[in-house]
């Protein structure tokens, strides 16, 4: 090709392969692009895309031809050091894998231990769990919804949705004590007991986040721009769902009754009435959708469980210690986060630490639906649909 | 035709709506606060963690209530702690914490014995250097004695009822 059009575009592909250069992704990458199409790095410092994942993508014109996520940016050996610490000394670790969503990586690996060493969990503590896991949904959706808004080019909502996570944070750390990476659950409970300001606290928040949801509602759901920027765009149908291996509000969209909290019950789950709201639509709005009904869900269920927590004790009484040794075998254990379904898988031969330890992140299988929905769409939509998979690139690498 | 219509004077309308709400919040009071010339009420940081502090004695307030039992040293995932027993006596002689290692999951203070370790609620912290993270807790100590002899509350409740100087409702 004429080295004029280079001068225009220095990114397009030449003939000649020694002209431009790239490092081993952009070079094997683009080893299949055709003429005159451009290879261009989304991240991984890129503001749109969340924390610091990159994608690669071909464009021909604005149209995205083939993409191509590249990990590992953010790869801090969780699994690793779940290998060299006692059960009680990782555990402040779960809230560091997903910075939105610790309380649901806490009940990951506590449950899994609990399962493992046979500790029952006193009904006070249950209550506790759950009120903290639905708060801290809310709260990861609220985060999201005001991100994904913002990918769109809606910058108010997110100051919007700030004003209700600051209440929902300021809620939680009375109990935990911190504001993002929670280190709430203990191993036979939970680490402290609610007092009356923290109950209270939720029975105004409940009703005033109804009011709230209202409003998003006329802000932005109803909003003809946003409308016709998601409505029909990127759909993910059940068939790729399962082939990736989808989970969360992206498995619902598409029209598959599948929620952890329902499906294998955990905790007391099934003391509570509450609707799984489910698709179509599958498209970026029907994700959308989903993730705002959530939100309600939640509040049922919050509702519910300050209405009927019984008295007791938080933690048993011979709650483990930082020293304390897994007994041999192995387990599995899933949950419900935000984003999807939470899995810790532990294989203990008996001895100080652990012998191996697997963490299931929702993130990873759901970027990898990214590559597959996004070809054929506009740069700007596939901007959108990566938005709409409700990534976390800590929880992604781990 | 005339649907592309009535869908144009409905998405008018949806901007409208949407438009009603952001004026309505124009005229509302204002929700965040300027931080440096206003902080966060004191109720509000009664349960957070910041950096660890020693606890004063029951009967003794001038001294802490550590025993140099080593227990937290071993409990603590991030090896930020270092206690050195004094050669007379078991209390002990420097005790060094590591801020910058430190995070705050609290296994220190739960495997406390003698309820020697606290969290204080020193939400303002900042240096530009690493060296100034290295705590002396034992200095701390001496300076909160210096500054309240004596607690008329009962001393497990020292570490939320201390007032901290950054904490001020206006300064």
């Not at chain 1, 506590?110 to 493992?116: F, K, M, S, T």
């Not at chain 2, 409990?75 to 060094?96: I, Q």
């Not at chain 2, 409740?157 to 007032?163: H, M």
């Amino acid at each position: 090709m004429a080295s004029w059009l280079n001068f225009i575009n220095p990114f397009t592909i030449d003939d000649d392969p020694g002209t431009y250069l790239g490092d081993f992704y952009t070079d094997n990458f683009e080893k299949g692009a055709q003429k005159g199409n451009v290879i261009l790095n989304l991240g991984p410092q890129h503001p749109s895309t969340h924390g610091v994942l990159r994608v690669l993508v071909e464009l021909y014109g604005e149209y995205v031809l083939r993409s191509e996520p590249v990990l590992g940016y953010l790869h801090r050996m969780q699994e690793k050091m779940g290998e060299v610490k006692t059960p009680y000394q990782y555990l402040p670790n779960m809230g560091r894998v997903d910075y939105l969503n610790p309380i649901a990586w806490n009940w990951a690996y506590a449950g899994a231990v609990e399962l493992l060493a046979g500790i029952e969990v006193p009904e006070r503590a249950e209550y506790l769990r759950i009120i903290s896991a639905e708060l801290n949904r809310i709260s990861s959706h609220l985060l999201w919804w005001g991100a994904f808004v913002l990918d769109l080019g809606g910058v108010t909502p997110i100051l919007y949705a700030f004003e209700e996570r600051e209440k929902i944070n300021d809620i939680l750390q009375i109990v935990t004590g911190s504001r993002l990476t929670m280190n709430y659950f203990r191993f036979g409970g939970v680490g402290q007991d609610g007092d009356e300001r923290f109950f209270a606290l939720i029975g105004e928040f409940i009703p005033y986040m109804r009011e709230r949801l209202k409003m998003y509602k006329d802000l932005v759901t109803d909003n003809v721009i946003l409308r016709r920027r998601l409505e029909g765009i990127g759909p993910m149908d059940r068939d790729l769902c399962l082939r990736y291996g989808a989970t969360g509000p992206i498995l619902r969209a598409a029209g598959v009754d599948y929620d952890t909290r329902k499906a294998i019950p955990y905790g007391l789950y099934h003391k509570f009435e509450y609707r799984v709201p489910i698709g179509p639509p599958n498209d970026n709005f029907g994700r959308y959708i989903m993730r705002l009904e959530e939100i309600e869900a939640s509040l049922t269920i919050l509702s519910q469980a300050i209405e009927s927590i019984p008295q007791g004790k938080h933690i048993i009484d011979k709650a483990p210690k930082p020293a304390y040794k897994l007994p041999p075998g192995e387990v599995f254990f899933a949950v419900e986060g935000a984003r999807g379904q939470v899995i810790c898988h532990i294989l203990s031969d008996g001895g100080k630490t652990p012998y191996r330890i697997k963490l299931r992140a929702p993130g990873f299988s759901n970027l990898s639906l990214f590559a597959e929905a996004a070809k054929g769409t506009i740069l700007a939509d596939a901007i959108a649909i990566l938005g709409s998979l409700d990534l976390v690139i800590p929880e992604v690498d781990r | 035709m005339f649907r592309a219509i009535w869908d144009n004077i409905k998405g008018i309308y949806s901007l409208l709506v949407g438009m009603a709400v952001t004026w309505d919040f124009f005229f509302s009071p204002r929700y965040t606060i300027h931080y440096p010339r206003k902080v966060v009420e004191r109720e509000n940081l009664e349960n957070y963690r910041g950096p660890l502090e020693l606890t004063r004695g029951k009967k003794e307030q001038d001294q802490t209530r550590c025993i140099s039992c080593q227990l937290c040293v071993k409990a603590c995932p991030g090896h930020c702690l270092k206690v050195t027993k004094g050669k007379e006596s078991k209390s002990p002689e420097s005790w060094l914490y590591d801020f910058s290692l430190c995070c705050l999951c609290g296994a220190c203070v739960e495997v406390c014995p003698t309820g020697a370790l606290a969290f204080s609620h020193k939400v303002y912290m900042v240096t530009t250097t690493r060296e100034a993270l290295i705590l002396d807790l034992l200095k701390d100590l001496k300076e909160r004695v210096a500054e309240t002899p004596l607690l008329v509350e009962a001393p497990d409740s020292t570490a939320s009822q201390e007032p901290s100087a950054a904490v001020v409702k206006e300064a």
